[in-house]
């Protein structure tokens, strides 16, 4: 499913595709309405003020039929004053109960949708960030991003309008049609020859201008998807002095939207001069046919019958004329509600919505072991990453992994917090294999510092506290202090409420390595994994994340992917990988010793470019 980026919301939303509304489809919509279930008194109290506000929508016309008879001393109904002062009374009374109805229906019709909707919201979400890695492997964030957002905008749209919408239209079509053969059936023969053609060629133009006006609505997207993509790669294009060429890409497209918008409008002209000629024409047709019958007294026609006449007339061709509008939106509904149920439908990691439910119920001491691991990524299943990887490591145990790059070091991390599962072989902890524990109590003492820290948009004290949601301001600081952060943190003039921009931008990389250092003391894991984490720093830097992580490894397994190797000397096994199998593990004096091993083969490297 082509989709829009995470930006280009406009073109997300009209590219969404419609689906067939059928018993399926309908069933699936009956599944996303069970959400309504919790208000379904309001919701029901809703509908029957809708039915109510719909039906005396259609005494008006009646009243301005009754007003001029009543000019000309006539009295139309039975059951109403023959004054205009006496009707002017009854309708008055009428106004504000179709104020009140009116006021309940809208707002009670919101509140269930918005609290129904609000609650769908949450679960999708709440499913998608439960939803194992390998879900993530094949869809884009902007596809994703866009259930979320236009899918279901679409459903609340149709919940909080167009459902209302549609059965209004209904209930005052089909009563205006009947309340019209009750005024002169003559005149409503003569008017549902016409109307069905009129807006079959209404129709026909209306779906031809929306197509146009998606067209140009993706097109201008496709413009300004060049301005993000100019804009990012800002020093680029100035590197290149490609700034004119940026700008007649730009004016290509824009010229593509002006050609379609041209387009649209003469389609639009044309329904204009169709509208005025038939619509008005037939209108004219019909007051004309009626004034003839006034004037022969034809079953009692009178002119403010043929008022109402008009009147009725107008809101069912302005019903007739919406139904196909509401029809579509119920398409693209039930298409939003089929891709937000298949997100629904996805099994999630066993991790509970309610948080409480995640704390730790088992401890772990530390001990890892990999017995005879295979692994190959599902999105991928051709190519073995892991082949028969077997190690230990006791409890408070040192562990490097290095090995040449693809080698597998990042996705043993990964196989370690349970992102992805063995083929076969198991990963134990504490000698007992992974899937007996529950997945939340591995990922909370497991704790990893990788080498591109990811912060959120937070304060500093919120993306420390990530680590423990939990931790008092004096945790954070100490947590803080003891990763080195906390110099750096105090000299920004906001501190610890300093704001880190999108993805940290406003720290340095090793700033950003020491929060998250932070953050894994404060989440106190009795694993911990470094993913290369000081491989990007200068020397200052990196003596100011070593003396952090060598606290934060102090009496925990650490498992330490490196590619300096002169960080991992002192570490109590070296494993060295090489295309997914251990070809050597020992110390860092046992494998010097192997002349031919790569171990030795990879520090002399090093030290030579050093
Ligand atoms: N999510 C993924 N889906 C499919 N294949 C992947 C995925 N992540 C990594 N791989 C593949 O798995 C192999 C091992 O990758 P991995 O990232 O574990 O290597 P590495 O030793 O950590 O490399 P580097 O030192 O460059 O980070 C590579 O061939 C890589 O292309």
């Known amino acids: 499913m082509a989709r829009g980026q995470l930006n280009s919301g406009s073109k997300a939303e009209a590219e969404l595709p419609k689906a067939k509304i059928n018993k399926q489809s309908l069933h699936k919509i ?17 509908l029957f003020f809708l039915i109510l506000s719909s039906l005396v929508g259609l005494a008006f016309p009646g009243f301005f039929g009754a007003l001029i008879d009543a000019s000309q001393g006539i009295q139309r109904y039975k059951f109403m004053p023959a004054t205009l002062g006496g009707i002017g009374k009854i309708a008055i009374v009428v106004l504000f109960l179709q104020g009140f109805v009116s006021f309940f229906r809208i707002t009670w019709f919101v509140q269930v949708a918005e609290n129904a909707l609000a609650a769908l919201r949450r679960d999708t979400y709440f499913r998608l960030v439960t939803l194992p890695m390998n879900f993530f492997a094949n869809r884009r964030v902007g596809e994703l991003n866009s259930r979320i957002s236009a899918d279901l905008s679409q459903i609340q749209d149709t919940l909080t309008t167009t459902f209302a919408e549609m059965i209004r239209q209904i209930i005052i079509m089909i009563g205006g049609i009947i309340l019209l053969a009750v005024v002169s059936i003559k005149l409503t023969a003569a008017l549902l020859i016409v109307l069905p053609f009129l807006i079959g060629i209404a129709i026909f133009f209306g779906k031809y201008i929306r197509t146009l006006s998606r067209q140009a609505q993706d097109q201008l997207a496709e413009s300004n998807t060049i301005v993000e993509e100019t804009l990012q790669g800002i020093a680029n294009v100035k ?9 007649g890409r730009y004016q290509k497209n824009l010229q593509q939207v002006v050609n379609i918008a041209v387009k649209g409008a003469k389609y639009r002209g044309l329904f204009g001069a169709f509208i005025v000629f038939c619509l008005f024409g037939t209108i004219f047709c019909e007051i004309w046919y009626g004034s003839y019958l006034v004037s022969i007294h034809d079953h009692g026609m009178t002119f403010g019958k043929l008022t109402t006449f ?18 579509a939106n119920m398409q693209k509904a039930v298409g939003a509600s089929e891709r937000v149920l298949e997100i629904l439908d996805e ?25 005879n691991v295979v692994f190959a990524y599902p ?8 082949k028969d990887v077997s190690f230990s490591a006791a409890a408070g145990q040192r562990i490097a992994i290095v090995g040449p790059s693809g080698s597998g070091k990042s996705t043993m991390a990964a196989l370690i917090l349970q992102f992805y599962h063995p083929q076969s072989g198991t990963i134990q902890f504490d000698g007992r294999d992974a899937n007996e524990f529950a997945l939340t109590d591995i990922r909370n003492q497991v704790a990893i510092v990788p080498q591109d820290v990811m912060l959120f948009g937070g304060t500093i004290k919120e993306n420390i506290a990530y680590g ?9 600081i100490a947590a803080a202090k003891k990763a080195n952060a906390d110099q750096f943190i105090t000299s920004f003039p906001e501190g610890y409420d ?10 340095s990389g090793g700033q950003r390595q020491r929060i998250a250092i932070a953050r894994a003391l404060l989440k106190n894991p009795a694993i911990l994994i470094l993913d290369e984490a000081t491989s990007s720093l200068d020397s200052e830097s990196e003596r100011l994340v070593q003396e952090a992580l060598e606290v ?9 992917i490196a590619h300096r190797l002169s960080t991992i000397r002192e570490a109590d096994k070296i494993i060295v990988l090489e295309k997914g199998t251990i070809i050597e593990t020992g110390s860092h004096q046992q494998l010097m010793e192997n002349q031919q091993g790569l171990y030795r083969y990879l520090s002399q490297l090093q030290y030579e470019v050093q």
């Open 30 to 46: 009956g599944r996303l309405l069970s959400y309504i279930r919790p208000y379904r008194t309001k919701f029901l109290g809703g």
């Open 239 to 247: 590197a290149f002095v490609n700034e004119a060429f940026e700008a």
């Open 310 to 327: 008009i009147i009725y007339a107008a809101f069912i061709s302005a019903a007739m004329g919406s139904l196909p509008d509401l029809y």
């Open 347 to 371: 099994t999630g990691e066993d991790v509970s919505i309610d948080a409480s439910q995640n704390a730790i119920k088992e401890k772990l001491e530390g001990n890892l072991s990999f017995n």
């Open 379 to 386: 999105s991928r299943s051709e190519l073995t990453v892991l």
């Open 468 to 476: 423990k949601l939990s931790a008092s301001d004096d945790e954070i």
């Open 498 to 507: 300093t704001v880190v921009g999108e993805r940290g931008v406003k720290l």
């Open 552 to 560: 934060l490894m102090k009496g925990r397994t650490s498992v330490i």
